[in-house]
C-alpha cells in the first residue's frame, strides 16, 4: 500500500511539472509568470507580443535632400500594449491590435525652416553659427499587424502590419557653438500618421522597422519617417 501511495505521489509530480513547464513556455518575458488578478483561461495561454518596447534609430527621408540624420544619436522608442486574437487554438497565424506612443528624435545638420505656411529644408552653411538641430515628434497611433509564429512558444516569428493616429507638432532644437540652445515648434504640420511597419525575431526579441507614408509637412519639402531597431516583449 506505501509502495502504491509512493509510486502515485511521484508520477503526480512528474505529470504536474509537466504541465507547469507546458504553460510557462506560452508566457515568455519579464513577467513569465504573471497571470493578473484573475487566473488565465487555457485559450489565453497562447497570446503573445502584448506589452512590447521598441528601441529605434531613427531618419528623415527628404525627397529634395535625401537622408537627413547625421548622427548615431537619432534615437527614439516604441511602447505598444497590444491585444491579440487567434484563429485557432493552435493556430500559426493571428491578429494584433492595440495602442502605440512614439518618442522619435533626428539629430541632423539641416534646419527647417517655415515660408508662408509651408516646411522648406536647408543645408548648413559655413557662415551659420550653429552645430547641429535635433527634430523630435512624438505620436499617438493605432497599430494593427498580422502574426505569423510556430505555436510552440513562438520560436520565430514576423509581424507585418501599419499604423494610423496623431502626430503633435515637430520641435527643432538648436544648439549653438557658444552652447546655447533655442526650441522652435514646427507648425504647419499634418496632425494624420499612417504608414508600415515589421518585426522579424524569436521569443521575446526582435528586429523592427517601420516606415511613414503620410507626409511629414502639410506644405514644402516632401519628407517621410522611417525607424530602424529592435523590438523586446515584455510579455
Same mark, same amino acid.
Given at each position: 500500500?506505501?509502495?502504491?501511495?509512493?509510486?502515485?505521489?511521484?508520477?503526480?509530480?512528474?505529470?504536474?511539472?509537466?504541465?507547469?513547464?507546458?504553460?510557462?513556455?506560452?508566457?515568455?518575458?519579464?513577467?513569465?509568470?504573471?497571470?493578473?488578478?484573475?487566473?488565465?483561461?487555457?485559450?489565453?495561454?497562447?497570446?503573445?507580443?502584448?506589452?512590447?518596447?521598441?528601441?529605434?534609430?531613427?531618419?528623415?527621408?527628404?525627397?529634395?535632400?535625401?537622408?537627413?540624420?547625421?548622427?548615431?544619436?537619432?534615437?527614439?522608442?516604441?511602447?505598444?500594449?497590444?491585444?491579440?486574437?487567434?484563429?485557432?487554438?493552435?493556430?500559426?497565424?493571428?491578429?494584433?491590435?492595440?495602442?502605440?506612443?512614439?518618442?522619435?528624435?533626428?539629430?541632423?545638420?539641416?534646419?527647417?525652416?517655415?515660408?508662408?505656411?509651408?516646411?522648406?529644408?536647408?543645408?548648413?552653411?559655413?557662415?551659420?553659427?550653429?552645430?547641429?538641430?535635433?527634430?523630435?515628434?512624438?505620436?499617438?497611433?493605432?497599430?494593427?499587424?498580422?502574426?505569423?509564429?510556430?505555436?510552440?512558444?513562438?520560436?520565430?516569428?514576423?509581424?507585418?502590419?501599419?499604423? #494610423?493616429?496623431?502626430? !503633435?507638432? =515637430?520641435?527643432?532644437?538648436?544648439?549653438?557653438?557658444? %552652447?546655447? /540652445? *533655442?526650441?522652435?515648434? #514646427?507648425?504647419?504640420? !499634418?496632425? =494624420?500618421?499612417?504608414?508600415?511597419?515589421?518585426?522579424? %525575431?524569436? /521569443? *521575446?526579441?526582435?528586429?523592427?522597422?517601420?516606415?511613414?507614408?503620410?507626409?511629414?509637412?502639410?506644405?514644402?519639402?516632401?519628407?517621410?519617417?522611417?525607424?530602424?531597431?529592435?523590438?523586446?516583449?515584455?510579455?
Amino acid at each position: 500500500m506505501k509502495a502504491t501511495l509512493i509510486i502515485t505521489l511521484l508520477l503526480s509530480m512528474v505529470v504536474f511539472g509537466q504541465q507547469d513547464k507546458l504553460i510557462s513556455r506560452y508566457k515568455p518575458g519579464i513577467f513569465w509568470h504573471y497571470n493578473g488578478l484573475r487566473p488565465l483561461k487555457d485559450s489565453k495561454l497562447h497570446k503573445y507580443d502584448r506589452f512590447i518596447v521598441d528601441l529605434t534609430y531613427n531618419d528623415l527621408l527628404s525627397k529634395s535632400h535625401g537622408s537627413l540624420s547625421s548622427s548615431w544619436k537619432s534615437l527614439g522608442f516604441n511602447v505598444n500594449v497590444m491585444f491579440e486574437k487567434r484563429f485557432k487554438k493552435a493556430n500559426r497565424v493571428s491578429i494584433g491590435y492595440g495602442l502605440r506612443y512614439a518618442h522619435r528624435n533626428v539629430v541632423t545638420e539641416h534646419q527647417l525652416l517655415v515660408f508662408h505656411n509651408q516646411v522648406e529644408i536647408a543645408n548648413k552653411l559655413n557662415t551659420d553659427t550653429y552645430t547641429h538641430n535635433t527634430l523630435r515628434e512624438n505620436s499617438l497611433v493605432i497599430p494593427f499587424e498580422v502574426r505569423f509564429g510556430k505555436p510552440n512558444a513562438r520560436a520565430w516569428k514576423v509581424n507585418i502590419g501599419g499604423y #494610423i493616429g496623431y502626430g !503633435f507638432p =515637430l520641435q527643432q532644437i538648436t544648439k549653438f557653438q557658444n %552652447g546655447d /540652445r *533655442t526650441k522652435t515648434g #514646427i507648425s504647419p504640420n !499634418f496632425g =494624420l500618421r499612417y504608414g508600415v511597419h515589421c518585426r522579424f %525575431g524569436g /521569443r *521575446t526579441v526582435a528586429i523592427f522597422t517601420a516606415y511613414q507614408l503620410s507626409e511629414m509637412f502639410k506644405q514644402g519639402d516632401s519628407t517621410h519617417p522611417i525607424q530602424f531597431g529592435f523590438s523586446y516583449s515584455l510579455f
